[in-house]
């Protein structure tokens, strides 16, 4: 977890310390990005993908499962669907099996690379990236669920101690907070506002790993939505907006894209630095609080949510304008 304790032997007390960023000159890092590929690089890097296994002996999708969808949107592609084009790349991602995940990567990367639309290549100046989750900073996310799981059922203890709780079935025995925090570190929660930055153009697409994310950066802005609406939903009373979004004054260089990339994952880092720091969630006296610490976990992952879905709400002009603010 990256943390040190020692132990009191008079009180019986744990004094618990970050050993990762309060260390001088430390290159550890609980979230981190790396460039895979760009015009401006002389070698590709796929080698650099080094991500925890995935595979599951019963996954939640089977491959079957995989083949029928990706039947599904090669049709939509033949039909010229660009939305499936690059949905294809999360399917592909999101199914590739452990050992085949860098190679999965690159041969997306020159798909898209090569991808033209009347005989001119559609991302000229794509590159690809890596956003991935150091496993402890998901451990320390944990730890104020499962000392509120012990403060709140202190027999529980006891079956910890006799193995009974070991033969539970219960897969969220520690998980009071998984659904509203742990979820966001195993995904892309906190990159949602990057991406959407300039909603409702789009010049991203990433595809989804545990504690990983493939960023392919277009190297140019193209639009997130159609001029007219393409759902039956879409046709309730709104307020729709005033104009249709363009891209001419709105393009920036490829590479300034990949900067706001490590720039964001940077900034990420070091709020999971404070924030999954035990000792910054404590009394007076240095007494742990873990009420406190889960509900910070959790209100920063709410925020996160809510920027992200009001960014994504440009057919509706008024919903574009509520505040996304914490609980």
């Given at each position: ?56 002996e019963?996954p ?69 990236h ?15 669920a ?44 906190f990159l ?35 001029p ?40 990420l ?38 920027v992200?879905?009001t ?17």
């Amino acid at each position: 977890m990256g943390l040190h304790g020692r132990q009191d032997p008079s009180t019986g007390l744990w004094a618990i310390r970050d050993t990762i960023y309060r260390r001088p000159s430390t290159t550890r890092k609980l979230v981190e990005a790396k460039t895979l590929a760009a015009p401006w690089l002389r070698d590709e890097r796929f080698d650099l993908i080094d991500l925890p296994p995935q595979d599951l002996e019963s996954p939640a999708a089977t491959e079957e499962a995989f083949d029928e969808e990706r039947r599904s949107v090669d049709e939509r592609i033949r039909r010229g669907d660009l939305a499936a084009a690059l949905y294809r790349v999360q399917v592909d991602l999101s199914g590739a099996k452990d050992d085949n995940v860098s190679e999965t990567v690159s041969s997306t990367y020159q798909y898209l690379k090569q991808a033209t639309v009347d005989g001119d290549k559609l991302f000229p100046d794509l590159s690809a990236h890596l956003v991935s989750v150091d496993v402890r900073l998901y451990t320390r996310s944990k730890l104020p669920a499962i000392l509120l799981r012990l403060d709140q059922d202190p027999l529980f203890i006891d079956d910890i101690r006799s193995g009974r709780a070991g033969q539970s079935t219960d897969s969220l025995m520690f998980g009071s907070n998984s659904d509203l925090f742990g979820s966001g570190v195993l995904t892309d929660t906190f990159l949602g506002p990057l991406f959407a930055c300039r909603s409702p153009l789009l010049w991203a697409v990433h595809g989804q790993r545990l504690l990983g994310t493939v960023v392919f950066n277009l190297g140019k802005m193209i639009p997130g939505v159609t001029p007219h609406p393409v759902e039956p939903l879409q046709l309730l009373p709104r307020t729709a907006p005033i104009s249709w979004p363009g891209t001419a004054n709105n393009e920036l260089p490829s590479q300034r894209w990949a900067d706001a990339i490590d720039w964001w994952v940077l900034k990420l880092d070091q709020m999971f630095a404070c924030l999954s720091d035990p000792s910054n969630f404590s009394d007076a006296n240095g007494s742990y609080l873990p009420y406190h610490h889960q509900n910070w976990l959790m209100n920063i992952q709410e925020l996160f949510s809510r920027v992200t879905s009001t960014m994504l709400s440009w057919r509706d002009a008024y919903a574009t304008r509520i505040s996304p603010s914490a609980p």
